[in-house]
């Protein structure tokens, strides 16, 4: 097994070592789903998150990247996956649309952020967010805070947030920061995407 250049995971090279021991793995395990392989590398390189979660869906382009380029042998894929998965929302009474709240900001003030933590919670935030936002909702890879936007005077749901792990690379962003590819591998896990934001659109 032989790489032309530097292999890197995650902004951080990939030594020679390691990607020997990826293609042993590999060629050990060949009965292993790739989320499963990817799963075993995430854990003996210690390829985790802040939170402790591992990077497996990271892992997994990875190494399909690592086959496109003949260094190592994958299973067949099981199932075909996407980078955007589309999951059902059951519907309830709780999103139906309200009556209309038509008002100065300084009435509904001050404005709370109540982060999303539990299954109840969890799930009208999914219902909003699949009713209301124009993409839908839709499974984010990576890590993901949620959050409920509310008026502190009336304790109603203005509307919803998501903040989600860093895109690698989004034009338009990396130009706005002006940061070369050394510093963005360096630092983009000091970013976070707003991947979702919704005023509910009885708020006018």
């Known amino acids: 097994m032989e790489s032309g250049c530097l292999e890197t995971f995650c902004g951080q090279i990939?030594?020679?070592?390691?990607l020997s021991e990826i293609a042993e793995i590999t060629e050990t395990f060949p009965k292993l789903s790739r989320t499963e392989l990817?799963?075993?590398?995430c854990e003996i390189f210690s390829w985790k998150r802040p939170t402790g979660k591992l990077k497996s869906v990271e892992c997994r382009q990875f190494l399909e990247r690592?086959?496109?380029?003949a260094i190592i042998k994958l299973?067949?894929?099981?199932?075909?996956?996407?980078?955007k998965?589309?999951?059902r929302i059951e519907r309830s009474r709780k999103a139906d649309p309200q009556p209309t709240v038509s008002t100065k900001l300084k009435h509904l003030w001050p404005i709370r952020?109540?982060?999303?933590?539990?299954?109840?919670?969890?799930?009208?935030?999914?219902?909003?967010?699949?009713r209301y936002h124009y993409l839908g909702y839709q499974l984010p890879f990576g890590a993901q805070l949620r959050y409920f936007i509310e008026s502190g005077a009336t304790d109603e749901i203005l509307g919803c947030f998501q903040f989600s792990?860093?895109?690698?690379?989004?034009a338009p962003r990396d130009r706005w920061i002006g940061w070369a590819?050394?510093?963005?591998?360096?630092?983009?896990?000091?970013?976070?995407?707003n991947s979702r934001f919704l005023i509910l659109p009885e708020i006018v």
């Open 14 to 18: 990939v030594s020679a070592q390691q």
């Open 38 to 41: 990817a799963n075993t590398i």
């Open 66 to 69: 690592l086959e496109d380029k």
């Open 75 to 83: 299973p067949a894929c099981r199932k075909k996956y996407a980078n």
């Open 85 to 87: 998965v589309k999951v």
């Open 113 to 130: 952020l109540i982060k999303v933590d539990h299954q109840e919670q969890r799930q009208l935030w999914y219902e909003y967010v699949d």
């Open 165 to 170: 792990s860093p895109a690698w690379k989004m």
């Open 181 to 193: 590819d050394d510093q963005r591998k360096t630092n983009l896990q000091k970013i976070v995407n």
